[in-house]
């Protein structure tokens, strides 16, 4: 089998006070190259997703489920998850990509995953998932990321470990360390079938409408936004697309300001949803506080997130998928 983590090493780089790798995986180096840590992430079952995405990742690796825990992640767990990544959401000094990322996790479930190949004479089974989760950027891929359309980087379908060292850290966080240990050490102890992951996320009208929703959202079209809020922008449509293509962002709000005052948040959607790139993400995060715009918090997000989408990439070409 290629072996292509050193696992010593890696703890030499990322051991600090919060976690250390318990030592008796030194000595499962080899057995490890057959494990991966994966999630489903809350808006691939929000649209229904989990049987297709698994269906799609079982016909390209010969695999089974070792632990599986379907929950409600928690902040301090999103911490933890994150921990190595914090460093890359900020912008300018500013952590303006955290708060985003606690909204689009809390809007559901997750499933959470160890799982086994004996496939890996290739390569480990943590590199062949990376490859098959594929990037949040990608068109026109064979890759998980690319089938199911994620929506941005941060909504978008699955996450994976890197390596065997934050596979086992990754997954302590969610699995006690018994059970963690006992599937990496004991291969051939009991699997779980993959309809007890599927059967608890089947399609239903729910998930259909949720597919509606990120398709209605990623036209960005004025239509769009009367459809999903309480006031309509079609009486001013065209003074609004006037200001929004004669201005800059900040023109935009001035004006905004002294004529629709009332209405100020439904129009920097309209001016963000325009494809204009200069809106300052800390104003993004504010949209919806008022009470006059009618939509889910699944819709909020949704919306924040192909927003944001068009600004970090224009801004940010090396930010990460997560």
Known sequence: MINAYDLKTLSEKFDDVQYSIPQYYFTKQEQLQKYAFMIITPD??????????????????VFNIKLLNTCRISIRQLELLYKYAFKRMFINGELVYWWLLQES??????????????????????????????????????????????????MNIIHSSD????????????????????????????????????NQFLLTDHHSTVNDIINVVRLRTYATISMNLKYSLDKSKDMVELLISSNTYDEFIINISNIYANQFQLFVIAYALSGKKDVP???????????????TEWEKIVIKNTLLQGIWTQRNDSLFAV
């Open 281 to 295: 993400i800390r104003d993004l995060e504010k949209l919806f506080e008022t009470k006059t715009i009618l939509l």
């Open 105 to 154: 996790w809390s809007v559901g479930p997750c499933a959470v995953m160890l799982i086994h190949s004996e496939n890996c004479d290739d390569k480990p089974l943590i590199e062949s998932l990376l490859e098959l989760k594929g990037s949040y950027a990608e068109k026109d891929q064979m890759t998980v990321r690319s089938v199911f359309e994620s929506t941005s980087m941060i």
């Open 163 to 198: 390596d065997p060292y934050n596979m086992i850290r990754e997954a302590s966080i969610f699995f006690n360390e018994f059970d963690l240990y006992n599937a990496i050490d004991n291969p051939e102890s009991s699997e779980i079938e993959f309809d007890i992951l599927n």
């Open 44 to 61: 691939a079952i929000q649209r229904g997703l989990v049987p297709n995405i698994m269906d799609f990742l079982r016909k390209k690796i």
